[in-house]
């Protein structure tokens, strides 16, 4: 069972930074597609942005392009989501995704954190 531990959330006004990061027990955790989903109060749970491991394609959400960036340390097996110009509108619980098949950020052998909290004021 892979374990999938968040960390980096808060409260920031709006137009600041946070950075999330999600550590992982798993040692192969390189050969993972991984994401970052959100899900606000009374929405369902979206995709925020996915980078796939097999064919290095990284797709954002476009309310967050250009804002927003993934990044992992396989030396570490930690995936990180640098948020920058947060909107009151990025206010949501924050899942770290993980999915062994490499390519996908959702599937049935998706991984999930356990979620934190991002809220932004305005």
């Known amino acids: 069972q892979v374990q999938l531990v968040e960390s980096g959330g808060g409260l920031v006004q709006a137009g600041g930074s946070l950075r999330l990061s999600c550590a992982s027990s798993?040692?192969?955790?390189?050969?993972?597609?991984i994401g970052w989903f959100r899900q606000a109060p009374g929405k369902e749970r979206e995709g925020v942005v996915c980078?796939?491991?097999?064919?290095?394609?990284?797709y954002y959400i476009d309310s967050v392009k250009g804002r927003f960036t993934i990044s992992r340390d396989n030396a570490k097996n930690t995936v990180y989501l640098q948020m920058s110009g947060l909107k009151p509108e990025d206010t949501a619980v924050y899942y770290c995704a993980a999915d062994p098949g490499g390519y996908s950020c959702y599937s049935p052998s998706t991984y999930w954190g356990q979620g934190t909290q991002v809220t932004v004021s305005s």
């Open positions: 980078s796939s491991s097999t064919d290095g394609f990284t």
């Open positions: 798993e040692r192969t955790f390189s050969r993972y597609a």
